[in-house]
C-alpha cells in the first residue's frame, strides 16, 4: 500500500497498532542512494549548536543536501537509524524532533531504528543518522 505522497510502498500487518512516526518495513525499486552516518554540523564542519533538536534539524538538512546530489528527495527516503548518545533526552524532545522532522523531511516516515550509544567519532555530536533512499525507475 502506497501512502503519504511517496513512491514506495509502505508494509504493515493488518492486525498491527499503528505505527507513529516511522514505518515497520518499506518494499521499493530504482537506484539506491546510501548517505553515511551523518552529524549536526554545517557544510564547513562546524556545530552551531549544542542543543538536541537543533543537532537533529542539522543532520536532516544534511541528508536531504546528500540525497540532492543523487537527485532524491526526502520521500525517496526507504530507512533511516538514529545513533544517539542519550535517549533520555532524544525521548525528552520528541515535540521538537517531530517538528523539525516535518519541517524538513515532511510527513513521511521511512523505517527507523534508534540505537543509544556510548559516544560518537566527534565529541560534540549528540546524534548520527545514516539513510537509505531509492529513487523510483523511470
Given at each position: 500500500?502506497?501512502?503519504?505522497?511517496?513512491p514506495h510502498e509502505f508494509l504493515h500487518p493488518k492486525n498491527w497498532k499503528p505505527a507513529l512516526g516511522?514505518?515497520?518495513?518499506?518494499?521499493a525499486s530504482g537506484r539506491m542512494?546510501?548517505?553515511?552516518?551523518?552529524?549536526g554540523w554545517n557544510a564547513d564542519q562546524e556545530f552551531e549548536s549544542d542543543d538536541f533538536v537543533e543537532?537533529?534539524?542539522q543532520v536532516l538538512r544534511n541528508i536531504v543536501a546528500?540525497?540532492?546530489?543523487?537527485?532524491a528527495k526526502p520521500e525517496h527516503l526507504v530507512r533511516l537509524t538514529w545513533y544517539v548518545t542519550d535517549k533520555a533526552e532524544y525521548l525528552a524532545n520528541l515535540r521538537g524532533l517531530g517538528r523539525v522532522y516535518r519541517e524538513i523531511l515532511g510527513k513521511?516516515?521511512?523505517?527507523?531504528?534508534?540505537?543509544?550509544v556510548v559516544a560518537?567519532?566527534?565529541?560534540?555530536?549528540k546524534v548520527e543518522i545514516e539513510a537509505t533512499a531509492v529513487i523510483p525507475q523511470g
Open positions: 500500500m502506497t501512502t503519504h505522497d511517496s516511522y514505518s515497520n518495513g518499506m518494499a542512494v546510501f548517505c553515511g552516518g551523518l552529524i543537532q537533529v534539524a546528500v540525497l540532492d546530489c543523487a537527485g513521511h516516515f521511512p523505517a527507523m531504528a534508534l540505537v543509544q560518537l567519532v566527534e565529541d560534540r555530536a
